[in-house]
């Protein structure tokens, strides 16, 4: 099993600035994900980060807008840039662990 | 690439039983089954792998249909505890990236 944390859990953006999100896992994992979730909506991927790689984003999502790092096995951070209401919602990492995906708690993002 | 999946809601009395379904366009190497309860983040519910191996921990089956792409929970004699939304997620080609279909809101009541 793999347990995940997040920080900040949420927080309140102006629009034109960005937030970084981090991701802790308490073991080495060699894939992690990035989600996007509108309340009451389904998961979106965003991006799989692996150690050691560039991220791979999904269609709809660029590096410039999304960045991601991966530093080493237990961590990874996604910024949001140049915020507009539209990127308002919850950022869940995720990891792959044997068969299993683990979620974070999520981040709660409101951009004003 | 997202898997279709329905019913969209479904209410239950306590010990009734439900089936959700997740269907897909695209060959699937596997299919996960997730619970996620208000303001949680999506719990593991199951693995069911392209040849027939199934993981899972909670007393829930599953089915994976490789000919059709289609795969269906089977919710029996629920309980209180399973409300919430039920998410399939699908992967292609072991490509270890996951695909959510739109969820489907289960609702026990006493």
């Known amino acids: 099993s793999a347990v995940i944390s997040q920080k900040p859990s949420r927080d309140i953006c102006q629009r034109g600035t960005s937030l970084t999100i981090q991701c802790q896992v308490d073991?080495?994992?060699?894939?992690m994900f990035w989600y996007r979730q509108q309340p009451g909506q389904s998961l979106t991927l965003i991006a799989t980060?692996?150690?050691?790689?560039?991220?791979?984003?999904e269609s709809g999502f660029v590096i410039d807008k999304f960045p991601i790092s991966r530093p080493n096995l237990t961590f990874s951070t996604l910024t949001v840039s140049n915020m507009s209401p539209e990127d308002s919602s919850i950022y869940l990492c995720?990891?792959?662990?044997?068969?299993?995906?683990?979620f974070g708690p999520g981040t709660r993002l409101t951009v004003t | 690439q997202q898997p279709v999946q329905s019913p969209q809601a479904v209410i239950l009395r306590e010990g009734e039983d439900a089936v959700i379904n997740c269907s897909s366009s695209k060959a699937l190497y596997s299919v996960h089954w997730y619970r996620q309860k208000h303001g949680e983040a999506p719990v593991f519910l199951m693995i069911?792998?392209?040849?027939?191996e199934q993981k899972g921990h909670e007393k829930i089956s599953a089915s994976f249909n490789e000919k059709k792409q289609q795969s269906s929970l089977y919710l029996t004699a629920s309980q209180l505890s399973y409300s919430g939304t039920y998410f399939c997620g699908t992967e292609i080609d072991n490509f270890n990236k996951f695909y959510f279909g739109s969820g489907t809101k289960l609702n026990v009541k006493p």
């Open positions: 995720s990891v792959l662990s044997a068969y299993e995906q683990y």
């Open positions: 069911l792998l392209k040849g027939g």
């Open positions: 980060a692996n150690q050691g790689s560039e991220a791979t984003y």
């Open positions: 073991s080495q994992v060699t894939m």
